[in-house]
């Protein structure tokens, strides 16, 4: 059993992630701490747990093993290596930081302190990417030369996304730093580290960051990646596409399905069940003294490609 609190309750995800550690039979729910003292009042209430006002004293106390970050993104670095520097497990959504800089100090603190870091990267844990990560890995499709992944939604369109999310100091950015996350995390697992980058990025109802948005990779090997977002898409579905030399994988689509052609046709595998949640996967590795998943090597490399997006808007 482990003890857990709450950082920030600012992200779209924090009651999801906070119901999901509630209900985990091997941890508990201590204390809670946000920047804002009502919001964080009213959210300890909701989880049972105490609110403590001051984010040093939350970290010196004896009933927190761990922490779950879902601050605003602006403040990532200082609570992430507060809490490292203080022995304390490490859960945060994404992205990492906005710069890479910013993230190898972070990765420093984390490394240095030995704690169990998680960065919340649930693709990675489907069941449909862990056969493509394989397929891909023991060279089905060949040499893959081409990926594209598209992930959009109706956030912005639909009204439903917070305001805090178009707020270009805390979030960094719009859907890109925010949905595309997912895309360039499975491009750098998928595809290896890119050499350039290129991006367009629009506004079609928000003004301050897009909501609308295509980063372009190019890779040593002459291989393309790209990453579709947008907060402005309507019953548009997640579509992954993977090229090599031997052949296609197609997953998503209208069909939600996950498929290959390497000259007989197309083939429907039979996927992998899916790992644990994220979050669940990291309290599995602290209570069993594991290795925890999406470590802070991967959060860094996300910060380094989404720096390299931000920086090739034409």
Not at 268 to 273: A, G, I, N, Q
């Amino acid at each position: 059993m482990i003890n857990i609190a709450l950082v920030g309750t600012w992200h779209v995800h924090f009651n999801g992630y906070a119901r999901s550690a509630a209900n985990n039979a091997n941890c508990r729910i201590t204390a809670l701490w946000d920047p804002d003292a009502a919001a964080g009042e009213a959210a300890a209430q909701t989880y049972g747990c105490d609110f403590e006002p001051d984010y040093n004293a939350l970290l010196a106390r004896p009933d927190v093993d761990a922490v779950m970050v879902c601050t605003s993104t602006d403040m990532h670095k200082d609570v992430i290596i507060k809490a490292a520097q203080a022995g304390k497990h490490i859960f945060t959504e994404k992205v990492l930081c906005f710069t890479e800089a910013d993230a190898l100090e972070v990765a420093a603190s984390v490394k240095k302190s030995g704690v169990k870091f998680t960065i919340s990267f649930p693709w990675r844990a489907r069941g449909d990417f862990k056969w493509i990560k394989q397929a891909v890995d023991e060279g089905l499709i060949g040499k893959v030369n081409y990926c594209r992944m598209r992930n959009a939604h109706n956030g912005a369109s639909s009204h439903w996304l917070p305001a805090s999310f178009y707020d270009k100091a805390t979030c960094g950015g719009g859907a890109m730093m925010d949905l595309g996350a997912h895309s360039m995390y499975i491009l750098n697992w998928l595809m290896g580290e890119p050499e350039k980058a290129s991006s367009a990025f629009t506004n079609v109802i928000v003004n301050s960051v897009e909501d609308n948005a295509v980063t372009v990779f190019t890779y040593k090997n002459g291989a393309i990646g790209v990453s579709e977002t947008g907060f402005v898409a309507e019953n548009n579905p997640f579509q992954l596409e993977l090229v090599g030399d031997k052949g296609t994988i197609l997953s998503g689509g209208f069909l939600d399905k996950c498929c290959y052609n390497v000259g007989d046709g197309w083939v429907f595998p039979r996927l992998p069940k899916g790992d644990p949640s994220p979050l669940d996967a990291w309290i599995d590795a602290i209570v069993n003294g594991t290795e925890a998943p999406f470590g802070i090597d991967d959060a860094v490399a996300l910060t380094k490609v989404m720096e390299m997006a931000y920086a090739a808007v034409m």
